[in-house]
């Protein structure tokens, strides 16, 4: 895929993201993130592999915001600079509305990085230059890998309407990002 594509792809994904975030942010303007899961009630209490969900794409989200800024900093090719913008414009409008949904939820989303996911940024902070585009291109197909797995399994398996609406909305954009991010692994 060309720069062009990829510039454009990101336009209109962006556009989209912009939207429907726009549309869920106002609803959590005052919600309080700092609220223990274990303390929803009714018909509100979620399963164990909703909470999972909610760590993992934050864990997910943070690292990719992470790692397109670095990319941003450090790549000397103008196809990862291009597709390192478009995945932080995608992830910035995702993560606020998974924050959105969090909050809705009572559920409290990740703030830092944990072990595996800092040990990936640490490693591509240490690449040489040369090195860099490579590593951060198979880091992107790897991480929209797992995210599309985890993504579609949500999709598909959680008794909860808004978190299953929520993947199932996600899901393209992931899937968009994994074919880009195969193409880029190729490219470098």
Not at 48 to 71: H, I, N, P, R
Not at 98 to 107: C, D, I, M, P
Not at 142 to 161: N, Q, T
Request: charged share 25%; net charge negative; with cysteine.
């Amino acid at each position: 895929m060309n720069a062009f594509a990829i510039r454009r792809s990101l336009f209109i994904i962006s556009a989209f993201l912009s939207l429907a975030a726009a549309v869920a942010l106002p609803a959590c303007k005052d919600a309080n993130l700092n609220v223990d899961p274990a303390e929803t009630k009714g018909s509100d209490r979620l399963s164990s592999d909703d909470t999972t969900f909610f760590a993992k794409a934050g864990q997910a989200g943070m690292v990719e915001m992470q790692a397109a800024t670095l990319a941003g900093e450090r790549s000397k090719a103008d196809d990862v600079k291009t597709f390192a913008s478009m995945i932080s414009t995608d992830h910035s409008a995702n993560n606020k509305m998974l924050q959105a949904l969090a909050a809705k939820k009572s559920v409290s989303l990740p703030t830092a990085l944990d072990r595996d996911h800092q040990a990936m940024l640490d490693s591509l902070r240490k690449k040489s230059p040369e090195d860099f585009d490579k590593a951060y291109a198979s880091a992107m197909k790897d991480g929209h890998e797992k995210a599309v797995d985890l993504f579609s399994e949500v999709s598909e398996d959680s008794k909860d309407a808004d978190i299953s609406g929520f993947a199932k909305t996600s899901l393209p954009t992931l899937e968009h990002h994994l074919e880009l991010a195969k193409t880029l692994s190729s490219a470098h």
